[in-house]
């Protein structure tokens, strides 16, 4: 069994910043792409930024230049640096990883909300 586990998410003025972490737990996997994704009520899930094994990075438009994605292998864990937050950011972050057969594990979320 593997379970993601996030931590960072809260209440945040716009304009301001919030550290992400995920973090890999139970038995043992080799992990290949760590991602984070969002959700906002009543809108689609959508991609926020994505790291591969190699550390190549991809961002979603609305975020790039904002946010940075980054992983420590070592620890299973995989992170992100959110700064200028804007109120269109809030959602609930989820973090995704997949392993070198391409199955993929999901974290239950972390809410982030952004007041104006």
């Known amino acids: 069994q593997v379970q993601l586990v996030e931590s960072g998410g809260g209440l945040v003025q716009t304009g301001g910043s919030l550290n992400l972490s995920c973090a890999a737990s139970g038995r043992r996997f080799s992990i290949n792409a760590m991602g984070w994704y969002r959700q906002a009520p009543g809108k689609q899930r959508e991609l926020v930024a994505i790291?591969?094994?190699?550390?190549?990075?991809s961002y979603g438009d609305s975020v790039k230049g904002r946010f940075t994605i980054s992983r420590d292998n070592a620890e299973k864990t995989v992170y992100l640096q959110m700064t200028s937050l804007k109120p269109e950011d809030t959602g609930v972050y989820c973090c995704?990883?997949?392993?070198?057969?391409?199955?993929?594990?999901w974290g239950q979320g972390t809410q982030v909300t952004v007041s104006s």
């Open positions: 790291i591969t094994s190699g550390g190549s990075t």
């Open positions: 995704h990883m997949e392993d070198v057969v391409g199955f993929g594990y």
